[in-house]
């Protein structure tokens, strides 16, 4: 028999246990509890002292506690619940204070373990509750939290979406309007016009840039980024991109070598996003370096890898001799919207999305990018890509020719449409400044311009007579969209061999998809210049010759 001193000890173990206790006779009559269980419980002992368990707690979680407990009692099998959840109907109230409020919801475990006196004799049970309620509404909180922080990056990505694709369309006109003053169609320029026009031309790629940055983060924090991996040859499009910053250059007056390693193999790439990437690289390069500094890109076969991956790579570097990153700055260039000089003073502009939308692309590349820079000596960025035979990648549906303002036409590659004689183009589209613009843009010698501002209209003038050699048709248009439209020219017996191009200010590749899928021919993305489109309806009708 325990002395009056080893049960005062136990007694104080028992009171000073964090969790609530509930310790039972063989019938499952309640013997002893401690101060815990009273406090979450809000039980006081002499109510539950002499009473069955299961009187106390009729049922949780839908379960008969009296089965449980008489069956931990008879078998000596542990019972255990890790989450509970319980609304205590009794009064919470302190010794001699009744408050008469209900307790709210507790959230608990229980662990009811057998007591056994000898190796078959059971004389009761201990009842293990770990209060959980705190836990479990700080987690009930927290994804809360989440939901809605995931609910306002969805909105967030979605305005985005939207007001960059609001803004294609208007940057289409004023591209396309530049484009042709440049070409003279709208009378000559004097040298002060030209030197205006240029400005405009260059801040209007600057503005489509940033567009098409905004509407690749939307697509990635959305994880709606699809590829189109092609083998592509990179003497060409590396070429392509430093072309493309060819007047700034000059006006830096900067020394620009391109090095790549003799007999490289094609790439295994998406080619519009490989532009994204090179053109980034070497815009921030040219805006980093003082005029008279250099610029060096090479290419060359690398074992290192990329994610880990071992095999044969390409490492692209791009080099300048610019104002350098601080080691500290590393890692955060390439954090979504970071600058490296935020002040009121600072002297380059930019969003801050570049880096951080090329590290995306390059990683969807299964491929890996990097910086190595010391202050005042200039900034290297170097990036890997799979070789054609090494890449995994599969493309996201069969090509077919498509066209986008992501990339110029290369000189060699651009085709005249009056070899195929005077076209006949319907051009359907709700825009009025867009209409009269493609009217202007269209020389009378060798188009033919139809227009009209709805499908319904377009319709009615095929059959009044009209037989156009091609269409193009706008998708987001009322009463009948450009994707129906689509669909019911390439049903008519009338229509159904015309090339059909759909121009739109959306690049994704479910819409580009969807607009194939009703059976259009080719899709220009907003903004385009007239070369593009020439280009474009030039393969189109040559294509439909030779069919």
Same mark, same amino acid.
């Given at each position: 028999m325990k002395s009056t001193k080893s *049960?005062? +000890?136990?007694?104080a173990i028992l009171q000073g246990i964090a969790s609530g206790i509930v310790i039972t006779d063989s019938r499952g009559i309640i013997t002893q509890t401690n101060r815990a269980? =009273? %406090? !979450?419980? /809000?039980? =006081?002992?002499?109510k539950v002292i002499g009473k069955l368990f299961w009187e106390i707690f009729p049922s949780w979680e839908d379960e008969n506690l009296q089965k449980i407990v008489l069956k931990v009692l008879k078998t000596g099998e542990p019972y255990q619940n890790e989450r509970i959840r319980y609304l205590s109907m009794e009064e919470?109230? =302190? &010794?001699? =204070? /009744?408050t008469g409020c209900p307790f709210p919801e507790i959230v608990f475990s229980a662990n009811i373990n057998p007591i056994f006196k000898s190796e078959r004799r059971i004389i009761g049970a201990v009842v293990v509750l770990d209060n959980l309620t705190d836990k479990v509404r700080l987690e009930e909180h927290l $994804? %809360? !939290?989440n939901e809605e922080l995931q609910k306002a990056n *969805? !909105?967030?990505?979605? #305005? $985005?979406?939207?007001v960059s694709h609001e803004m294609r369309t208007p940057l289409t006109l004023i591209k396309m309007y530049t484009s042709m003053m440049a070409d003279r169609k709208l009378g000559e320029l004097t040298p002060k016009q030209e030197k205006a026009l240029e400005v405009m031309n260059r801040r209007c790629r600057n503005l489509s840039d940033m567009i098409g940055d905004l509407l690749d983060l939307s697509r990635i924090e959305a994880g709606n980024i699809e590829m189109d991996f092609e083998p592509m040859d990179l003497r060409k499009h590396i070429s392509l991109a430093a072309a493309n910053l060819g007047y700034r250059v000059l006006e830096k007056e900067l020394g620009l070598f391109i090095e790549l390693e003799d007999d490289l193999p094609p790439v295994w790439a998406d080619r519009d996003k490989f532009h994204r990437v090179m053109s980034n690289l070497l815009e921030n390069a040219v805006k980093f370096t003082d005029e008279g500094g250099q610029i060096r890109v090479v290419a060359k076969s690398w074992k290192g890898g990329g994610k880990g991956q071992d095999g044969e790579w390409v490492l692209i570097s791009v080099a300048d001799t610019g104002i350098g990153i601080a080691r500290q700055e590393f890692d955060k260039i390439f954090q979504k919207f970071y600058q490296v000089d935020g002040s009121d003073t600072r002297k380059h502009g930019g969003t801050g999305l570049g880096l951080s939308i090329a590290k995306e692309i390059v990683e969807l590349h299964n491929g890996r990018i990097w910086v190595e820079s010391e202050e005042g000596k200039g900034t290297t960025f170097f990036f890997? +890509? &799979? #070789?054609?035979h090494n890449g995994a990648a599969v493309t996201k549906f069969k090509h077919v020719p498509s066209f986008s303002s992501e990339g110029a036409v290369p000189e060699q590659d651009k085709q005249s449409v009056s070899a195929h004689g005077k076209v006949t183009v319907l051009l359907i589209d709700d825009d009025e400044d867009f209409l009269a613009m493609m009217n202007e843009a269209l020389e009378p010698d060798a188009f033919a311009l139809h227009r009209s501002n709805n499908g319904i209209k377009a319709l009615d003038m095929i059959c009044g007579g009209l037989k156009p050699d091609i269409i193009l048709l706008d998708i987001t248009m009322p009463k009948v969209s450009g994707y129906e439209l689509c669909k019911i020219l390439k049903g008519l017996s009338a229509t159904h061999h015309i090339p059909i191009v759909m121009l739109t200010a959306s690049g994704q590749e479910e819409h580009i998809r969807k607009g194939y899928d009703a059976g259009a021919s080719g899709y220009l993305v907003k903004p385009f210049n007239l070369d593009e489109l020439k280009s474009c309806m030039d393969e189109l009708l040559t294509e439909k010759a030779k069919s």
């Amino acid at each position: 028999m325990k002395s009056t001193k080893s *049960r005062g +000890l136990d007694e104080a173990i028992l009171q000073g246990i964090a969790s609530g206790i509930v310790i039972t006779d063989s019938r499952g009559i309640i013997t002893q509890t401690n101060r815990a269980m =009273e %406090k !979450v419980f /809000h039980l =006081e002992r002499k109510k539950v002292i002499g009473k069955l368990f299961w009187e106390i707690f009729p049922s949780w979680e839908d379960e008969n506690l009296q089965k449980i407990v008489l069956k931990v009692l008879k078998t000596g099998e542990p019972y255990q619940n890790e989450r509970i959840r319980y609304l205590s109907m009794e009064e919470a109230s =302190e &010794p001699g =204070e /009744h408050t008469g409020c209900p307790f709210p919801e507790i959230v608990f475990s229980a662990n009811i373990n057998p007591i056994f006196k000898s190796e078959r004799r059971i004389i009761g049970a201990v009842v293990v509750l770990d209060n959980l309620t705190d836990k479990v509404r700080l987690e009930e909180h927290l $994804l %809360k !939290v989440n939901e809605e922080l995931q609910k306002a990056n *969805r !909105v967030k990505s979605d #305005f $985005l979406s939207m007001v960059s694709h609001e803004m294609r369309t208007p940057l289409t006109l004023i591209k396309m309007y530049t484009s042709m003053m440049a070409d003279r169609k709208l009378g000559e320029l004097t040298p002060k016009q030209e030197k205006a026009l240029e400005v405009m031309n260059r801040r209007c790629r600057n503005l489509s840039d940033m567009i098409g940055d905004l509407l690749d983060l939307s697509r990635i924090e959305a994880g709606n980024i699809e590829m189109d991996f092609e083998p592509m040859d990179l003497r060409k499009h590396i070429s392509l991109a430093a072309a493309n910053l060819g007047y700034r250059v000059l006006e830096k007056e900067l020394g620009l070598f391109i090095e790549l390693e003799d007999d490289l193999p094609p790439v295994w790439a998406d080619r519009d996003k490989f532009h994204r990437v090179m053109s980034n690289l070497l815009e921030n390069a040219v805006k980093f370096t003082d005029e008279g500094g250099q610029i060096r890109v090479v290419a060359k076969s690398w074992k290192g890898g990329g994610k880990g991956q071992d095999g044969e790579w390409v490492l692209i570097s791009v080099a300048d001799t610019g104002i350098g990153i601080a080691r500290q700055e590393f890692d955060k260039i390439f954090q979504k919207f970071y600058q490296v000089d935020g002040s009121d003073t600072r002297k380059h502009g930019g969003t801050g999305l570049g880096l951080s939308i090329a590290k995306e692309i390059v990683e969807l590349h299964n491929g890996r990018i990097w910086v190595e820079s010391e202050e005042g000596k200039g900034t290297t960025f170097f990036f890997t +890509l &799979p #070789f054609a035979h090494n890449g995994a990648a599969v493309t996201k549906f069969k090509h077919v020719p498509s066209f986008s303002s992501e990339g110029a036409v290369p000189e060699q590659d651009k085709q005249s449409v009056s070899a195929h004689g005077k076209v006949t183009v319907l051009l359907i589209d709700d825009d009025e400044d867009f209409l009269a613009m493609m009217n202007e843009a269209l020389e009378p010698d060798a188009f033919a311009l139809h227009r009209s501002n709805n499908g319904i209209k377009a319709l009615d003038m095929i059959c009044g007579g009209l037989k156009p050699d091609i269409i193009l048709l706008d998708i987001t248009m009322p009463k009948v969209s450009g994707y129906e439209l689509c669909k019911i020219l390439k049903g008519l017996s009338a229509t159904h061999h015309i090339p059909i191009v759909m121009l739109t200010a959306s690049g994704q590749e479910e819409h580009i998809r969807k607009g194939y899928d009703a059976g259009a021919s080719g899709y220009l993305v907003k903004p385009f210049n007239l070369d593009e489109l020439k280009s474009c309806m030039d393969e189109l009708l040559t294509e439909k010759a030779k069919s």
